[in-house]
C-alpha cells in the first residue's frame, strides 16, 4: 500500500505541474504565455486551430488522470484510518 500511495502522489505531483504548463499555454482573451511562445502570431494567420484543439484534448486528458490521482489517494487514506 505504501509503494501505491508513493506512485500517486508522484502522479499527482507531475501532472499538477503539467496542468499548470499547459493551461497557461492556452489561448486567453488578453493574451498570455501562449503569445510569448508564438501563439499571437499564428492565431493572426489562422492557422492554430488544429494545435489549439490538440493542446485542448491533452489538458482534458490530463486532468482526467489527475482527478483520477486525488480519488485514489483518497480512497487509500480513507482505508488505511479504517
Given at each position: 500500500?505504501?509503494?501505491l ?33 508564438g ?44
Amino acid at each position: 500500500m505504501e509503494i501505491l500511495e508513493f506512485v500517486l502522489q508522484v502522479v499527482l505531483g507531475i501532472t499538477s505541474l503539467l496542468l499548470t504548463l499547459l493551461i497557461l499555454l492556452h489561448k486567453g482573451r488578453g493574451g498570455g504565455l501562449s503569445d510569448m511562445f508564438g501563439g499571437g502570431m499564428s492565431s493572426a494567420v489562422g492557422s492554430s486551430g488544429l494545435a489549439e484543439r490538440n493542446l485542448n484534448r491533452f489538458t482534458v486528458v490530463l486532468a482526467l488522470v489527475w482527478f483520477i490521482a486525488i480519488v485514489a489517494l483518497g480512497l487509500l487514506t480513507k482505508l488505511q484510518g479504517i
